[in-house]
């Protein structure tokens, strides 16, 4: 496997510190810094401004990235939107759609999303007087079996993540809503695609998917900037939410009108920064080879769990799922307090729930540490994490503070 950490410049800057935090965010490669920083120097234009053939390098470079997002998600640029992230995108959903659900529809969820994919469904139920369902899953993962089953004649809705953020796996999301539909034509099909997408390239056009969030900053692009695809039948139907400049045709004193084309769903600068290191971290992605990169991730998360079972106190909770997340805990540490013990060690991890605060009813216990992989990770990476583990004594968490 190609040695990745020599195209990411954190590594270089932050020597001897090992970074197992990539769920939460991944690193930057040189060439994402690279094109970020010709936007500052060379061009810094707002993309509203398209007058001189100057400025509408900018706005050529937002189509572009628009085109090649479309590539990888497997659909047309029309009908992507650019959002601030996957949070600000499910919300745009839920709230750009409330007029076409009706008192007592039901919402299908289940309990391993990620708060961002749960919280704007509360807000909606209690605002349109909606019922949220949930999924009974057995096991720390979600099925396609569970998820078609769930699915009755009153379903309206059903969100759910094709990776979660803290077990981790994969779900067919194109071939599940194509089955989902079949059930009930009638269900509206969102997926939160924000761990799943920096890994995996989709097939949206062959797929009954409704709406697709992502966030650009999993996918070693900068922070501020995500999209929501939706098909055209939600095109019809999805109200904007933020109103301004950009999105209107025409204002009169007392009313206005919106562009026809999904501008009306952009008001204000978008995150041209943002769309520029995208765009450069597309070009980086799409140079990989997915499989291979994958595979070699799964191999390492299988020798750390491996690793971490031996160690007395210490459990993995998530073994069983293909996946580069690995949860553990220990038998009496609280998970900030090995978590800051690692830190201190040098090693960043991420401890709690990690945004997944109803996973719980999955996982039995409460509280855990997260490792989390990417592109960059090796086994040394992780033989570190391993080698600090076996060397933990009781007390050695409260001794650095
Ligand atoms: C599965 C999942 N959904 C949604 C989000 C929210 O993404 P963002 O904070 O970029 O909006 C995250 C971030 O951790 C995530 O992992």
């Known amino acids: 496997m190609k040695n990745f950490k020599k195209d990411f410049p954190w590594f270089e800057a932050n020597k001897g510190i ?12 040189q060439c994402v810094i690279d094109f970020v920083n010709k936007y500052m120097i060379e061009e810094s234009y707002n993309s509203h401004n398209t007058d001189s053939k100057y400025t509408y390098s900018t706005t050529k ?9 479309a590539n990888y998600l497997g659909t047309k640029a029309e009908n992507i939107i650019f959002t601030p992230g996957a949070t600000y995108s499910i919300n745009m959903v839920s709230q750009g759609i409330k007029h076409i659900l009706n008192e007592g529809d039901e919402i299908l969820l289940n309990t391993l999303e990620h708060a961002s994919n749960l919280l704007p469904w509360f807000e909606l139920a209690k605002e349109k007087k909606l019922i949220i369902k949930y999924i009974e899953n057995k096991d720390i993962f979600l099925t396609e079996d569970e998820i078609l089953s769930s699915i009755s004649p009153k379903t309206r809705l059903i969100s759910f993540a094709n990776g979660t953020n803290l077990i981790g796996g994969s ?11 079949e059930k009930n034509p009638n269900t509206i099909i969102c997926i939160d695609g924000t761990q799943y997408v920096p890994l995996n390239k989709m097939n949206l056009m062959n797929s009954k998917i409704d709406f697709l969030a992502c966030s650009a900053h999993k996918m070693c692009a900068p922070t501020g900037i995500g999209l929501l695809y939706l098909n055209d039948e939600m095109k019809k139907h999805l109200k904007p939410t933020i109103y301004g400049g950009g999105m209107n045709k025409s204002i009169k004193k007392d009313s206005y009108s919106q562009m026809d084309s999904l501008a009306k769903y952009e008001a204000g600068t978008l995150n041209i920064l943002g769309i520029y290191g995208w765009n450069a ?5 799409n140079n990989l080879d997915f499989k291979d990169v994958k595979n070699n991730l799964f191999e390492i998360k299988k020798y750390l769990d491996k690793e971490i079972n031996k160690i007395p106190g210490f459990s993995v909770i998530n073994d069983n799922v293909n996946s580069y997340i690995t949860i553990f805990r220990h038998e009496t540490l609280f998970s900030q307090d090995l978590a800051g013990y690692l830190g201190q060690n040098k090693i960043i ?14 996982t039995k216990y409460d509280q855990f540490v997260r490792v989390s992989l990417y592109v960059y990770s090796d086994y040394e990476d992780v033989d570190k994490l391993i080698e600090v583990l076996k060397k933990y004594k009781k007390g050695d968490e409260i001794n650095w503070v």
Do not use: M
């Open 349 to 362: 991890v991420r401890s709690g729930f990690s945004c997944a605060k109803l996973a719980h009813y999955n």
């Open 281 to 285: 971290a597309l070009d980086y992605l």
């Open 61 to 69: 470079i937002i189509y572009e990235t628009k085109e090649k997002l």
């Open 18 to 29: 090992t970074y197992l935090d990539s769920g939460a965010t991944t690193l930057k490669p």
């Open 171 to 181: 779900l067919n999301a194109e071939e599940i809503s194509v089955r989902i539909k």
